[in-house]
């Protein structure tokens, strides 16, 4: 078995600088002058997903070997022990390692002096996988963010071309159909805007609450009587037992987050579940006490296997209407308020919404829990 030689500790720390590469959040390969691996550390074994004596004490250019995308050799092609003597490393590349695993790598060469004699080679090496993953990620949420923008756009665009061009022969249903229409896409591209502004910040963890006292029941009967006014089916506001005898504590909380939650919630109640939807309000544990809300309408349900999924940004089954976007930023507000939502089955076999709320104290207010 070979053994990892120790390398010289650094005295300003004291730390063997062995134990040092252990806590470096790259893979770090070191190569001596013989071209033999001297030194491997931990995160460079689960990169390559190989062993310590499968690297250690062997040929790098056996034990490690790395093409570049076309598939030539790398230790050839840079060869830092008789290439050129000013060469002081590599930036990142992409390369391919053992078993075709897709490897970030860096190199640099230490050598006795400026042009002098090598040393030793270090390579640094990062599993690529995340980082790509990440970039087709983002790729992605580009060109669907560019898709459905581009919808609402293009029937704004469409319809007053139609109306400059030729006011005077359409009627005056017509225009206002159209004008209608106009609004509508506008007011769904402000909306589209506002929610893709707000999941910016949530990713970027930049999200802030403006907090205030929350009266939650105050807030959800308004959603009823909104709900009424447009007619879209029947909304009912329940308070659970405890809620009722105990009351509905005051949240201290962002009213207009707490907003946006649950008219997503009952928008998606009556656009995807339908039927009757039923809003209860109950205290939760915990003291002081929080608030639970269960949103739950008579519709078909979410799947089992979907009940993760639909939180997910742009995960929107097989409605390709709407975007997907609603309940990526309700979990992303409740959450931003320590709170948690899942869904389940509603009594009727439809889906439940559950909002819990933990109580939070004002800042200003010394804490009391
Ligand atoms: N109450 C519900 N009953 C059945 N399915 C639901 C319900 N709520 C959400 N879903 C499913 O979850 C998907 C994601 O919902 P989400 O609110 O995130 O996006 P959306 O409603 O499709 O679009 P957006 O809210 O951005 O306009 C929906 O498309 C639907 O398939
Ligand atoms: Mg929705």
Redesign the pocket.
């Known amino acids: 078995m070979a053994h990892q030689r120790s390398l010289p500790s650094d005295a300003a720390t004291a730390m063997p600088v062995d134990a040092m590469a252990e806590l470096l959040p790259d893979g770090l390969v070191v190569v001596g002058a013989d071209q033999v691996i001297r030194f491997v550390n931990t995160e460079a074994l689960r990169v390559l997903g190989a062993a310590r004596d499968d690297l250690l004490g062997r040929p790098v250019r056996e034990a490690l070997p790395l093409a570049d995308k076309a598939g030539h050799d790398w230790w050839a092609h840079t060869d830092p022990w008789d290439g050129l003597p000013t060469r002081t490393g590599h930036r990142e590349k992409l390369l391919v390692g053992p078993d075709g695993r897709d490897l970030l790598v860096t190199a640099r060469y230490a050598r006795t002096e400026r042009g002098g004699r090598l040393e030793r080679v270090l390579v640094g090496l990062r599993d690529a996988q995340a980082r790509q993953r990440a970039e087709r990620d983002s790729a992605t949420v580009l060109a669907t963010v560019a898709h459905e923008l581009r919808a609402p756009l293009t029937s704004v665009a469409g319809f007053t071309n139609s109306l400059l061009r030729r006011w005077d022969r359409f009627t005056d249903e017509q225009k206002r159909l159209m004008i209608e229409t106009i609004q509508s896409d506008a007011s769904r591209l402000t909306r589209l805007i506002g ?1 893709l502004l707000d999941i910016s910040r949530l990713d970027a963890d930049r999200l802030a609450l403006r907090r205030g006292p929350v009266d939650l029941e105050d807030l959800l009967r308004r959603h009823v009587v909104r709900h009424e006014l447009s007619r879209k089916g029947q909304l009912t506001l329940r308070l659970g037992r405890r809620a009722r005898e105990e009351g509905v504590p005051e949240l201290w909380a962002d009213a207009d987050r707490l907003e946006q939650v649950f008219f ?1 919630l009952i ?3 009556s ?3 339908g039927g009757n939807i039923t809003v209860t309000l109950e205290r939760d544990g915990g003291e002081p006490a929080g608030v639970v809300v269960h949103v739950d ?1 008579t ?4 799947l089992p296997e ?1 009940r993760e999924r ?2 997910d940004r742009f ?5 390709t209407t ?7 930023v ?1 979990r992303g507000f409740v959450e931003a308020h320590d709170g948690t939502v899942s ?1 389940g089955e509603s009594d009727s076999g ?2 439940r ?1 559950t909002v819990r709320l933990p109580a939070s104290i004002p800042d200003f207010l010394p804490d009391r829990a």
């Open positions: 929610e997503n928008e998606n109640a656009l995807h579940g309408d519709g078909d349900g979410v979907d639909v939180f995960w929107h089954g097989a409605d709407t975007t997907g976007l609603g309940l990526y309700v869904v439809g889906a919404f």
